[in-house]
């Protein structure tokens, strides 16, 4: 039996108790507040009728949470509990989970609470679920805290431990995480001049749970301090079936999403109050064993590190980040710290994020009224940029454009909003930022690379084939500018190059077609091209752990300068739609397969071959996909795979024929939810990198999906046939989604 609560506790010491077990911690109340469902005001009210604050307000509540917040060492149930555990605990509970729902529900109703929970009541139901499935829905959230509140106002005997915040960690056997294991994410303000004060840890605190919002990612993570301007937050790693290896693929999702938050708060740490210079924000990404990595992120995050760079990492979280195709940039080297305990540990920093392709935007900058693209906020944009004498500057705050132009030396920022412009389809401005931040940091390989992709884009648009060239050459300048610097080059600056030169290649290709009689270029100027673009793909190849993007785009084109050698007649007519009749693609392709190590040289394509080759195929798909958070990206990435397994199979399936048309469903879904964002696409629908309207990228990957659904099917037709089945009609093995669209629209 437990032991007799003290019949002498007052009504106000039982209402303490009860607020206290639903709110331990600050982060707790921060947790709550933040979801938009979620009223603080009862709670208020409770505490105001009970005399625990002198106004009824909710600074004045945040207050008394704040004066009596637990320790995190007061959150932390045993080891070995689970939560049926927990709720069939004599010593706890004392009573059947269905009384307890009663008792529970009784209290909802004297204090008003019924709104937390659909129907004013918690159920035995939900307690069920709650002892074999992860708490990541706001019910059962609140149900937790209801039952937190029961445990304060009932069991308060049971001590500071048992509240909202230790009722969360208590274990779930059947969680698809690695709780001992994972990437831990830490934040320290340190002080350059100016005190750190709670003020600033509190807009840090919450800015991590609004990433974690934003993001979509659990909303299970806690925040833990381990010193008074320092916490951090734990991303376990997923389990991997049969397996007890740590082994750095198995970070793959931790990782991405340490480095997803970081993104977002290097973001939003430039658009704050705080950002002046005075206060230094660190950022440590630790990857390993949870029990070991104290000592090495309090090192990582205080060490003065060249430059005071933001985000820093040790040896092997870089090689998870490595493994698992993860595009950000490292310091060309190491710094060597030394820790307290006499250890030497190499620390690396991230020198910039790949943003454009794959990191998520910031919602503050994406919704900023001189970003978009109505004709008032284009006029006053270009005002600001181009003519700010005649600016009309509103009397309070300060727009995201004003922010930026007053502190130009945040290259992030510049960039974030660069690329929200580009998406946007507003190039031109895009450049005016850039030019900006390229003029403080000239060797920024990020902004320049999206420099060069932009003036790429701008090529692939012009009205004229001269204008076309014009602008490629401004985008080969830059590309030229990038490769003089003295910084290490990386797969994705390569294949923009190469993109860029594929562009310029079909640029001319398409006015050859289209200009028969002008002799000025030849079959032969397109041949070169496409080689010189095949170069720059073989670079980044060679330079990336894992070269996924490179593959893809050398199978496409040097599939494509193979089919243009067989079939000439493709420069002479124009509306001809581009097939391979000779089966060129599948050749090219299992000599590439071989050069990249998927496919024995000399083995015959038996049916074990053909699978082995199609699931590292849909590895590589699988990593690519892990990778990319860019929504703007992810409809492409689609299309990319049902390109990848279309084209390039040995053979098409009824099986891989059902994945293809899935995966062109899903590609035109994701894209539809873009438009009233007012957002482009990165699309390689025409055998190039450019930004498209949704409305455009929608109708050419139908186009694609009609095509195959005229050839093999539709979903309902191949359901019911043998997955193994071949479907090799002359029809089916000649069309090639990578070529279809070219001079779908004029170049």
């Known amino acids: 039996?437990?032991?007799?609560?003290?019949?002498?506790?007052?009504?106000?010491?039982?209402?303490?108790?009860?607020?206290?077990?639903?709110?331990?911690?600050?982060?707790?109340?921060?947790?709550?507040?933040?979801?938009?469902?979620?009223?603080?005001e009862q709670f208020v009210q409770i505490a105001a009728a009970n005399d625990l604050i002198k106004d009824k307000s909710e600074k004045a509540f945040?207050?008394?949470?704040?004066?009596?917040?637990?320790?995190p060492e007061d959150c932390v149930p045993p080891e070995d509990l689970t939560f049926t555990g927990f709720l069939k605990n004599k010593h706890a509970i004392n009573m059947s989970t269905r009384a307890l729902t009663i008792s529970i529900n009784r209290l909802i109703k004297e204090y008003d609470l019924g709104e937390l929970v659909p129907s004013g009541k918690v159920s035995n139901a939900m307690f069920s679920r709650l002892?074999?499935?992860?708490?990541?829905?706001?019910i059962k959230r609140n149900t937790v805290r209801l039952l937190s509140f029961w445990l304060g106002y009932h069991r308060p005997e049971l001590g500071l431990a048992w509240n909202y915040e230790s009722l969360l960690r208590i274990r779930r056997p059947e969680q698809n995480v690695c709780p001992t294991e994972g990437v831990r994410i830490g934040f320290c303000l340190s002080s350059r001049g100016a005190l750190v004060g709670d003020k600033a840890m509190k807009w840090l605190k919450r800015m991590v749970h609004i990433c974690v919002n934003e993001l979509g990612l659990s909303k299970d993570l806690r925040i833990c301090p381990f010193h008074t301007t320092c916490f951090y937050v734990d991303l376990p790693r997923e389990k991997v079936k049969g397996s007890n290896l740590q082994h750095p693929a198995f970070f793959s999702q931790s990782a991405r999403n340490s480095i997803a938050i970081a993104h977002q708060i290097s973001v939003k740490w430039a658009l704050s109050e705080f950002s002046s210079g005075r206060i230094l924000l660190t950022i440590g990404i630790i990857a390993g064993t949870f029990s070991a990595m104290e000592g090495y992120m309090q090192s990582i995050l205080h060490e003065k590190l060249p430059q005071d760079p933001m985000i820093r990492m040790t040896d092997y979280t870089r090689l998870c980040i490595l493994v698992n195709d993860i595009r950000i940039i490292f310091s060309e080297k190491p710094y060597e710290i030394t820790m307290s305990n006499g250890e030497s540990i190499n620390t690396w920093w991230l020198a910039g994020f790949w943003s454009t392709l794959y990191w998520e935007f910031d919602f503050t900058i994406m919704k900023d009224e001189l970003l978009r693209t109505d004709p008032v906020s284009t006029m006053k944009r270009r005002q600001l940029i181009q003519t700010p004498h005649a600016y009309e500057k509103k009397a309070k705050g300060q727009n995201l454009l004003e922010k930026f132009f007053n502190t130009p030396q945040n290259s992030q920022l510049g960039i974030e909003i660069a690329k929200v412009l580009f998406f946007r389809r507003c190039f031109w401005d895009a450049i005016d930022i850039l030019k900006v931040t390229l003029s403080i940091d000239h060797a920024n390989l990020n902004?320049?690379?999206?420099?060069?992709?932009?003036?790429?884009?701008?090529?692939?648009?012009?009205?004229?084939?001269?204008?076309s060239c014009k602008l490629f050459y401004r985008a080969e300048e830059e590309a030229n500018f990038i490769e003089s610097m003295s910084v290490a080059m990386d797969e994705d600056f390569y294949c923009e190059h190469g993109i860029l030169l594929l562009?310029?290649?079909?640029?001319?290709?398409?006015?050859?077609?289209?200009?028969?009689?002008?002799?000025?270029?030849?079959?032969?100027?397109?041949?070169?091209?496409?080689?010189?673009?095949?170069?720059?793909?073989?670079?980044?190849?060679?330079?990336?752990?894992?070269?996924?993007?490179?593959?893809?785009?050398?199978?496409?084109?040097?599939?494509?300068?193979?089919?243009?050698?067989?079939?000439?007649?493709?420069?002479?007519?124009?509306?001809?739609r581009i097939l391979d009749h000779t089966g060129v693609t599948r050749k090219t392709a299992k000599e590439l397969f071989i050069s990249f190590g998927w496919l024995e040289d000399?083995?015959?394509?038996?049916k074990k071959h053909y699978h082995s080759?199609?699931?590292?195929?849909?590895?590589?798909?699988?990593?690519?996909?892990?990778?990319?958070?860019?929504?703007?990206?992810?409809?492409?990435?689609?299309l990319a795979f049902a390109i990848l397994l279309w084209d390039f199979s040995p053979a098409i399936t009824v099986g891989l024929a059902e994945q293809v048309i899935k995966w062109l469903y899903e590609s035109i879904q994701l894209a539809g939810d873009l438009i009233q964002d007012d957002l482009g696409i990165y699309s390689i629908a025409r055998l190039m990198g450019t930004v498209d309207a949704p409305e455009q990228f929608i109708v050419s990957v139908q186009k694609t999906l009609d095509l195959i659904e005229e050839s093999v099917g539709t979903l309902s037709d191949l359901k019911n046939r043998d997955k193994n089945e071949l479907l090799e009609y002359p029809k089916v093995k000649e069309l090639k989604i990578f070529s279809?669209?070219?001079?779908?629209?004029?170049?």
């Open 1 to 40: 039996m437990h032991k007799k609560a003290d019949l002498n506790i007052t009504q106000k010491e039982k209402i303490k108790n009860a607020l206290l077990a639903v709110f331990p911690t600050t982060d707790a109340y921060l947790s709550f507040v933040e979801n938009e469902t979620n009223s603080i």
């Open 613 to 638: 080759l199609l699931q590292k195929a849909l590895n590589a798909a699988s990593a690519y996909d892990q990778a990319t958070m860019l929504r703007t990206y992810r409809p492409n990435i689609k």
């Open 447 to 467: 902004a320049r690379t999206l420099k060069l992709m932009i003036f790429c884009q701008l090529g692939v648009e012009a009205s004229s084939y001269n204008a």
């Open 131 to 138: 002892g074999h499935e992860s708490i990541n829905t706001n």
């Open 62 to 71: 945040e207050a008394f949470l704040q004066d009596n917040s637990r320790q």
């Open 503 to 576: 562009g310029k290649a079909m640029k001319t290709f398409e006015h050859i077609r289209r200009n028969k009689d002008e002799n000025r270029y030849a079959n032969d100027d397109v041949f070169n091209l496409l080689n010189k673009a095949i170069k720059k793909f073989q670079e980044g190849l060679s330079i990336s752990p894992t070269g996924h993007r490179s593959i893809y785009w050398l199978l496409c084109v040097c599939s494509f300068k193979r089919m243009l050698e067989q079939s000439p007649e493709y420069f002479e007519k124009p509306h001809k």
């Open 740 to 747: 279809i669209h070219i001079g779908d629209r004029q170049l």
């Open 602 to 606: 000399g083995a015959p394509y038996t």
